[in-house]
């Protein structure tokens, strides 16, 4: 069979119940899109795309199972799904677009793959019942505020292999208390870790060479860093805030941008 693309133009407002067509395997761009009526949505096997914004804004949408023929979803796919609780990406998706689940605000566990390799800007960003991430085992990347605001989560689980952190990605989670960096890890941004006031302690990687602004900027239980000869440069602000800072070991080879670093 050749290949098809649904695209719904115009969701009917009382579209509850939606099953796609066997023999479908792309889903277009904003194919379901503030469809905020629907609540039950079957994906057949055989679908191995869904394109950007595809069900954005489907407000009452409580549960999707993504067959396991799915490879690429598009950014903001699943934007603004508010009632959306769980999901399982399937093993073959390599990358996470940007805003892919941003503001799924009901959005308690997810799974991962292990072929995944990139969580994009923003991708879960303002999911506050979030609590649970599973898997990702082959992940290398985390964009620019990821997990920005994800306030239930308490503890991440970052693979060996994990390269970078970047800008933001875990910015305001102000309930993440346990997060052990793995020595992969090579770069972490500004503000990565800022507002994240349940850590308590924390291990920079060795092949870390910076700690950029702002980086653990209001972690306000924070107490204990460990700081590798590896670091070069702390940059301004990066401890600002830290009050319960009691140890810290700052390499004298380190250059320290000025005195804000812990103001």
């Known amino acids: 069979m050749s290949d098809l693309s649904i695209k719904l133009e115009r969701c009917a407002i009382d579209a509850v119940s939606v099953t796609i067509p066997e023999g479908v395997t792309s889903i277009a761009d ?21 394109g950007s914004y595809a069900f954005s804004a489907c407000l009452n949408l409580k549960e999707v199972v993504l067959p396991s023929t799915v490879a690429s979803i598009g950014e903001g796919a699943f934007k ?23 503001r799924c605000a009901r959005l308690e566990r997810v799974s991962l793959p292990a072929s995944l390799e990139t969580i994009g800007d923003s991708c879960f960003r303002g999911c506050e019942a979030l ?4 898997g990702a085992v082959g992940l290398t990347t985390i964009g620019p505020r990821a997990f920005m605001t994800c306030k ?8 060996n292999g994990l390269e970078n952190i970047e800008e933001g990605a875990f910015i305001n ?53 460990a700081v590798p000869d590896s670091v070069e440069f702390i940059d ?19 250059e320290v941008l000025d005195e804000s670093l812990f103001e």
């Open 152 to 159: 239930a989560l308490e503890r991440i689980d970052l693979p």
């Open 30 to 50: 904003n194919a379901f899109s503030n469809c905020t009526q629907l609540t039950s949505l079957k994906i057949p096997e055989g679908v191995e795309t869904i």
């Open 131 to 134: 609590r649970t991430v599973e």
């Open 173 to 225: 989670c102000t309930a993440l208390a346990q997060v052990t960096l793995p020595e992969s890890l090579a770069w972490i941004g500004p503000c990565a870790f800022k507002g994240c006031a349940a850590l308590e302690r924390i291990a920079i990687p060795g092949d870390v060479r910076s700690i950029e602004e702002s980086t653990f900027e209001g972690c306000a239980h924070l107490s204990e860093v």
């Open 236 to 254: 301004k602000a990066a401890f600002a805030g830290c009050d319960a800072l009691q140890t810290i070991d700052i390499p004298e080879t380190a």
């Open 80 to 102: 603004g799904c508010s009632n959306l609780t769980s999901i399982s990406i399937p093993e073959g998706v390599s990358e996470l677009g940007e805003r892919t689940f941003i």
